[in-house]
């Protein structure tokens, strides 16, 4: 056997191409990442778009979302919008999964939605004032996946406007069905959310949607379906943006 052929070369040689490859795919994630965060940032200004009930097939949707919706940042135990400013909260950078710990609350157990144990103290809404409508991020956990999304709500009575998911894992032609046109279809319809105490009474049931406020749920996936109901329970909740439901003078202007 040659010194090309030894299996100190073979070792050598394929350490070699592994390091080659590493670097290269390094550098292509590197170099892609800017466009990347870029695609990403769009696709969530359709979501939002897409749950207002705007259109953006043949239109600008930089345009159309600036032109149309406004981003707020709420502290969720307060219902209150944030002072930029004073806070050291910023809209451009703002990302829940960089908040500090003391920006976070332990739900010591207490996990319906299946969010991790930890709900953050801050949250961006959108507002689509020509509508009077709120655009809240919901997430939970389905069959297989967590769930990311937002709901949208008239501020008059907070019946729903439109709901829509930007990520999740569920099982095509089953959980995966969220992203069905016809079921989202029924979330446009002002299914009545809370009560005159400010309980969700909104309910995704596999029974039917028999009530002002039920949804039908998914076909074949009761697990998926019960993750909705559940998540959409609790981000609407007292423990998620029911202090901010409450509050007063949401599309009032603000100087930061």
């Not at 319809?189 to 309980?199: V, Y």
Request: glycine share 10%; net charge negative; charged share 20%.
């Amino acid at each position: 056997m040659s010194n090309r052929d030894s299996i100190k070369n073979t070792f050598l040689v394929t350490g070699a191409l592994c390091i080659i490859c590493s670097v290269l795919v390094s550098g292509a994630a590197v170099g892609l990442k800017e466009k990347q965060d870029a695609n990403a940032a769009l696709d969530l200004k359709k979501n939002i778009l897409s749950v207002s009930g705007i259109d953006f097939t043949d239109g600008d949707v930089e345009q159309l979302f600036t032109e149309n919706i406004q981003a707020r940042i709420v502290e969720l135990t307060t219902g209150e919008y944030v002072n930029q400013t004073t806070s050291g909260l910023n809209l451009d950078t703002f990302d829940v999964k960089k908040l500090a710990s003391d920006e976070m609350t332990d739900l010591n157990g207490d996990d319906p939605a299946g969010i991790g144990g930890e709900r953050e103290n801050y949250a961006v809404v959108y507002l689509f004032p020509e509508k009077q409508q709120l655009i809240l991020p919901v997430r939970g956990k389905g069959l297989w996946s967590t769930l990311k999304g937002f709901v949208s709500v008239s501020a008059d009575d907070f019946t729903t406007r439109g709901i829509t998911f930007y990520s999740h894992g569920e099982t095509p032609g089953l959980g995966g069905e969220v992203d069905n046109p016809a079921w989202k279809a029924q979330w446009s319809t002002a299914k009545e959310t809370l009560d005159a105490n400010g309980q969700v009474i909104l309910n995704v049931t596999k029974s039917g949607a028999a009530g002002p406020n039920d949804i039908d749920g998914l076909a074949g996936a009761t697990i998926t379906t019960q993750g909705v109901d559940k998540l959409i329970k609790y981000w609407l909740g007292n423990d998620g943006f029911g202090a901010y439901l409450k509050s007063e003078n949401k599309f009032a202007e603000t100087s930061n």
